[in-house]
């Protein structure tokens, strides 16, 4: 049996690939999750602890090098410095069988908060979910469709303190022309006011379906800036352009 995945895009209807069918043995295990998240609101991943550490060092380094000049240049580099050590990447993204890439290792969103990471010296946490989804891409595309409809929000598996940052680069991949329901959880779990977000995602070819109005429903009190999305396929195969983006982006 064959069928076509297709999702709703800004501009219409966007048919994404056709694949052998499996029945999606692994949707009624995993089900639709609800309710209050399994995660302890511990600590970082050491990514982002690795990350914090080389942001605080390279604040450190930054300030006690203006002080010393008095320099323009070192000022500026003690602005950016300050800058970065208060802003985070946050993003989701699966690794597997992908639409256009194979099953890769990496997911494209990661390949994208990576860049983005290392070009402001911002924090980084991968959000991920409590119970991993099926690697296959038609049965995760089946579990992430029954999760839509159920308006369910599957736990994550490890919080993460975003208090102390200003300004959040919030990454996802679009899934059924929305944000994959796990990040809703995150997002509903935390306190967004006075923050500024930054929302960018891969995809398939629907751009960003309209998450940057959703992601201002839930944040209440944030400022949602302009997205940038980039074609999962780019990030994941075409690095140099993706990076170009990135850079536009950013600014
Ligand atoms: C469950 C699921 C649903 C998807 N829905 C859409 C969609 O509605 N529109 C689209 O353009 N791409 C869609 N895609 C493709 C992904 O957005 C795209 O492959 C993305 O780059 C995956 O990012 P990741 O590797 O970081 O998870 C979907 C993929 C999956 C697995």
Same mark, same amino acid.
């Given at each position: 049996m064959v069928t076509r995945r297709s999702f709703l895009s800004a501009t219409g209807l966007l048919a994404l690939g056709s694949a052998a069918m499996v029945?999606?043995?692994?949707s009624g295990a995993r089900g639709a999750e609800s309710g209050? %998240?399994?995660?302890?609101s511990s600590s970082a991943s050491s990514v982002a602890e690795a990350a914090s550490s080389t942001a605080s060092s390279e604040l450190s380094s930054a300030s006690a090098s203006a002080a010393v000049s008095g320099s323009a240049e070192s000022a500026a580099a003690s602005a950016s410095a300050a800058a970065a050590a208060n802003a985070l990447v946050l993003y989701y993204s699966r690794a597997g069988e992908n639409y256009g890439v194979?099953? #890769?290792?990496?997911g494209n969103t990661s390949i994208v908060a990576k860049m983005i990471a290392q070009k402001t010296g911002a924090d980084i946490f991968q959000i991920e979910p409590a119970e991993a989804y099926p690697e296959g891409y038609d049965e995760c595309c089946d579990v992430a469709l029954a999760e839509q409809n159920e308006g369910a929000r599957p736990a994550f598996a490890q919080d993460f303190d #975003? %208090?102390?940052?200003?300004?959040i680069y919030l990454g996802y991949p679009i899934w059924w022309g929305d944000l994959p329901m796990c990040v809703y959880t995150f997002l509903e779990a935390h306190d967004w006011a006075g923050k500024e977000i930054h929302p960018f995602c891969t995809h398939? +070819? %629907? +751009?960003? %379906?309209?998450t940057e109005g959703s992601i201002q429903s839930t944040c209440a009190g944030a400022t949602v800036l302009e997205g940038l999305s980039i074609a999962g396929t780019t990030a994941q195969n075409s690095r140099d352009e993706a990076q170009a983006a990135v850079d536009a982006w950013l600014g």
């Open positions: 029945l999606p043995a692994c209050a %998240s399994a995660a302890s194979g099953v #890769i290792e990496e #975003i %208090s102390g940052y200003q300004t398939g +070819g %629907s +751009g960003l %379906s309209g």
